[in-house]
């Protein structure tokens, strides 16, 4: 975050608004004060691309607001500025590389994910409550020790004490 703030610092930003949501969220606090004061003639300026959106066509729609309104968009770290033909058209490609980037991940990661499956591994997080565990909740259960007990001596909450017995079943 210092970094980032430097950067704008020294690109010569009056103002700096900060958001710690991911540019993926459609609401962000920070971006939205700063739009409410940009005006015909100014600059919006980020430190990177994939700070603002994550899709090429959030991006580009974006920046034809800020186009629209008379103010210009750069980019410190990826070097675009908008302000110049140039700019706008370097501006769509890197937004289309990155997409693709992104696009291609989710695919590796699916890849790897039905790899994983395939090979009869179970991709994810290891299950919390083993069979022993299970069996082990039930008798305490069934003994009439309370959930809250049960789920403290097995190191579980209660709702997943209660995920994997339900109390229907009891």
Not at 10 to 31: E, H, V, Y
Not at 92 to 118: C, Y
């Amino acid at each position: 975050m210092t970094l980032q703030r430097d950067a704008l610092t020294a690109a010569g930003c009056q103002k700096i608004f900060t958001d710690t949501i991911s540019g993926a969220k459609t609401s962000r606090p920070g971006l939205d004060k700063a739009l409410e004061q940009l005006r015909d003639g100014d600059t919006l300026v980020v430190w990177k691309l994939d700070r603002l959106g994550r899709s090429v066509k959030n991006l580009i729609g974006f920046t034809e607001q800020l186009d629209h309104a008379g103010v210009g968009f750069r980019s410190l770290t990826d070097q675009i500025d908008t302000t110049t033909p140039a700019g706008r058209f370097f501006f769509h490609v890197m937004a289309s590389l990155a997409q693709m980037e992104r696009e291609l991940t989710a695919e590796r990661t699916r890849a790897g994910l039905e790899a994983a499956r395939a090979s009869g591994r179970v991709p994810g997080r290891k299950r919390i409550m083993t069979d022993s565990k299970i069996t082990s909740a039930r008798k305490l259960l069934d003994a009439g020790t309370p959930a809250v007990d049960v789920a403290e001596h097995l190191g579980v909450s209660v709702p997943t004490l209660y995920r994997w017995i339900p109390a229907s079943t009891r």
